[in-house]
């Protein structure tokens, strides 16, 4: 019995898929960590802005 890696579909997930949801979930984080970045900029404006 093969491995499921060495069937056709282990090895167009292992291959395609994978991969495709590695890059899918690093630009998720990224864009997370941007918006997380913004929302901290703003929230710092706004603090500045009740201080003055």
């Known amino acids: 019995m093969n491995s499921f890696f060495q069937t056709i579909g282990g090895r167009k997930l292992i291959e ?3 991969p495709s949801i590695r ?3 690093a630009n998720i ?3 997370l960590k941007r ?3 913004l929302k901290e900029f703003e929230l710092l404006q706004n603090k500045q802005q009740l201080n003055h």
Do not use: R, S, Y
């Open 16 to 18: 395609g898929e994978i």
């Open 35 to 37: 918006a997380n970045d």
């Open 29 to 31: 984080a990224h864009e």
């Open 23 to 25: 890059k899918a979930l």
